[in-house]
Every structure is written in C-alpha cells, then in structure tokens.
C-alpha cells in the first residue's frame, strides 16, 4: 500500500479540490469523512474511488477502514499533515474516502415525493433528508438554489442518509410542479398560514402526494404556492409564528407516513 507523505501529492491535491461546490459539481465527485459515515457510503453501494486514513485511523477504526478500503478502488495511507488538508473537521478521524456521486435509483415514482425549495442551511438539509429515509421517503427535489447536498456539513448532518435518498435537482419551478402534476401529484404548499388546511385533517392514504418545504428564512417563494394544489399547515398553539424548515418538514413527514401505514394495517 502506497504511503503519501506530502501535501502536493497530485492524488492529495484532487481530493482536497473537493472541499470546493464547484469542484465536486464538474467532477461529479465528493469527499466523505469519518470513520462510520464512509463505512456507511460503502455499505449503501456508493462508488468509492479512493480510501485514505492515517496509521492511527487504521488502527483505532480497524472496522470501519478494512470495510471502506476493501470496497475502494484505491487505498492509501497518508501522514497525519497531509490528512488535515482532507479534513474539515477541526478533531479528525483521519478516514476519508473519494466518491462518485449517486446516481437516481428509484424507476418507479413513489406515492410521496419531498421538495426542498432554496434550502440554504447544510444542517437543515442533511437533517431533513435524515428524517426522509427514516420515515421511507426515497426522493427529495431540490429546487431553485439549494445548498449543495455533499458538502461536508450536509453530509455529517444526513447520516448517511444522501447516499439512499435519490436527489433530484431542479432549477424550474414550473417544470417541476408540471411534471409532478402529470404524474398525478397533489402538490402541497407547507405554509404558516392560519387559513391552510390543518395536516392533521388530512388523509394521505390513497393518492400521490408531493410537500413543499421552503426557505429557512423566507419560506416557498409566493410563485411556487400559486402553483401548489393546497396550501398545508402546522396547528400551533404557541405564540411562535413558523417552525424551522427541519421542524416542520419533520412533522409533516411524519404526518404523511403515519397515515400511510395506518391505511396499509387496516387495509
């Protein structure tokens, strides 16, 4: 196994251009680092294209490493200056792994679809697409001008959650909701708006359904919710006036899988 000792390593330097949007996005590459979350990317069928870790990694995540490196195209140890330039954590586990983007897995449209519109937090993204895969939703739209879904921060935040959530990303608002309508969608706006249909009064279980999350600050833009089918709010009996967009898109997905399994027990 090859060791790299220095910083201008051309293998290093690539890697690390990765810490850059705009890289990862030409390239359709990504770093991932930590122990468990690149164990995580190759146990969910991520291509992983290079492995690096330091001797101490190698040793105190023994598990973890043999598990990414053997699922890797390219395995290398690196020298503990050379790992903080992969690193955009301030206490490294000195594990990182180069991967290809995912691909969009799911052929056949679900009943639930998830739409993120201008999402600008990374912690907000990656914690809403936690609670997607934990509650079953396997696609999530992001429209507009998201923040980028592998960035370092996002993916820390997700849990592994991006490498199995299938991301679709979409600049168009009007293309989106078309192309949702015609698949029979009942696009839903999430809204602080005391005149909204309450979600607890709705009903998801028969149908397709698509909920719209806007903004941490500004919320769906007004043109998108002329767009949406229903206007959907939280109840709150609090003097807060809106949720955070994690918050919300929490509860509402929530609402849209409980009532879906209630229909599947009792059907």
Same mark, same amino acid.
């Given at each position: 196994?090859?060791?790299?000792?220095?910083?201008?390593?051309?293998?290093?330097?690539?890697?690390?251009?990765?810490?850059?949007?705009?890289?990862?996005?030409?390239?359709?590459?990504?770093?991932?680092?930590?122990?468990?979350?690149?164990?995580?990317?190759?146990?969910?069928?991520?291509?992983?294209?290079?492995?690096?870790?330091?001797?101490?990694?190698?040793?105190?995540?023994?598990?973890?490493?043999?598990?990414?490196?053997?699922?890797?195209?390219?395995?290398?140890?690196?020298?503990?200056?050379?790992?903080?330039?992969?690193?955009?954590?301030?206490?490294?586990?000195?594990?990182?792994?180069?991967?290809?983007?995912?691909?969009?897995?799911?052929?056949?449209?679900?009943?639930?679809?998830?739409?993120?519109?201008?999402?600008?937090?990374?912690?907000?993204?990656?914690?809403?697409?936690?609670?997607?895969?934990?509650?079953?939703?396997?696609?999530?739209?992001?429209?507009?001008?998201?923040?980028?879904?592998?960035?370092?921060?996002?993916?820390?935040?997700?849990?592994?959650? +991006?490498?199995?959530?299938?991301?679709?990303?979409?600049?168009?608002?009007?293309?989106?909701?078309?192309?949702?309508?015609?698949?029979?969608?009942?696009?839903?706006?999430?809204?602080?708006?005391?005149?909204?249909?309450?979600?607890?009064?709705?009903?998801?279980?028969?149908?397709?359904?698509?909920?719209?999350?806007?903004?941490?600050?500004?919320?769906?833009?007004?043109?998108?919710?002329?767009?949406?089918?229903?206007?959907?709010?939280?109840?709150?009996?609090?003097?807060?006036?809106?949720?955070?967009?994690?918050?919300?898109?929490?509860?509402?997905?929530?609402?849209?899988?409980?009532?879906?399994?209630?229909? +599947?027990?009792?059907?």
């Amino acid at each position: 196994m090859e060791t790299i000792t220095s910083r201008q390593n051309k293998i290093i330097r690539e890697a690390a251009a990765l810490s850059s949007g705009e890289e990862r996005r030409a390239r359709g590459e990504f770093l991932c680092e930590g122990a468990r979350l690149c164990q995580d990317a190759a146990r969910s069928g991520v291509e992983i294209l290079r492995c690096f870790f330091t001797e101490e990694a190698k040793q105190k995540y023994a598990p973890y490493v043999e598990e990414a490196s053997a699922a890797s195209g390219e395995s290398y140890l690196v020298a503990d200056h050379v790992a903080k330039l992969l690193s955009s954590t301030k206490n490294s586990q000195g594990v990182f792994c180069q991967c290809r983007r995912p691909q969009v897995t799911v052929e056949e449209e679900e009943p639930f679809a998830l739409v993120l519109e201008d999402l600008q937090d990374p912690g907000n993204l990656g914690t809403v697409l936690r609670t997607a895969e934990a509650l079953g939703f396997r696609r999530a739209y992001l429209l507009g001008d998201c923040c980028d879904p592998l960035s370092p921060k996002t993916l820390r935040a997700s849990m592994g959650a +991006v490498f199995r959530v299938d991301l679709v990303g979409e600049p168009s608002r009007d293309a989106l909701c078309e192309a949702l309508g015609q698949k029979g969608y009942t696009l839903l706006a999430a809204v602080p708006d005391s005149a909204a249909l309450p979600v607890t009064e709705l009903e998801f279980g028969g149908g397709k359904w698509a909920v719209f999350i806007g903004n941490e600050g500004n919320g769906l833009t007004p043109e998108t919710i002329a767009l949406c089918h229903k206007g959907v709010t939280i109840p709150m009996a609090g003097r807060a006036e809106s949720l955070n967009a994690s918050a919300a898109a929490t509860i509402l997905l929530w609402e849209m899988a409980r009532t879906r399994e209630k229909e +599947v027990s009792h059907g």
